[in-house]
């Protein structure tokens, strides 16, 4: 059975950091992803990481803010965020894509974690 079992998300004031982790089982991805949707908004892409190589694909919005690296002898991929603003308060979810791409729309990814609340205080 997959699993994709996200953490680390909460309450952070403005300029603060998170770290998300991911823990992943039931088989091997090509690709992990993070998304994030806000009340209201479309499922956004936040960046990927292809789990062969370790190469890491970011949204323009959060490149030199978040980072995306992972533990292999965990299966897990982490997500840290600095400089958190406001606007990134959010549902942040963990994908997988079974194959090696990183497709920037939501849709394209075949297993999801069941997100976890990022809100950031001004």
């Known amino acids: 059975q997959v699993q994709l079992h996200e953490s680390g998300g909460g309450l952070v004031q403005a300029g603060g950091s998170l770290r998300l982790s991911c823990a992943a089982s039931g088989r091997a991805f090509g690709t992990m992803a993070w998304f994030r949707q806000a009340p209201g908004k479309e499922r956004e892409f936040v960046g990927a990481?292809?789990?062969?190589?370790?190469?890491?694909y970011y949204a323009d919005s959060m490149k030199g803010r978040f980072t995306i690296s992972r533990d292999l002898a965990k299966n897990t991929v982490y997500l840290q965020m600095n400089s958190l603003k406001p606007e990134d308060t959010a549902v942040y979810y963990c994908t997988a894509h079974t194959l090696g791409m990183v497709p920037r729309d939501w849709y394209s990814y075949n297993y999801w974690g069941q997100g976890t609340q990022v809100t950031v205080s001004s």
């Open positions: 990481m292809r789990w062969t190589g370790g190469s890491t």
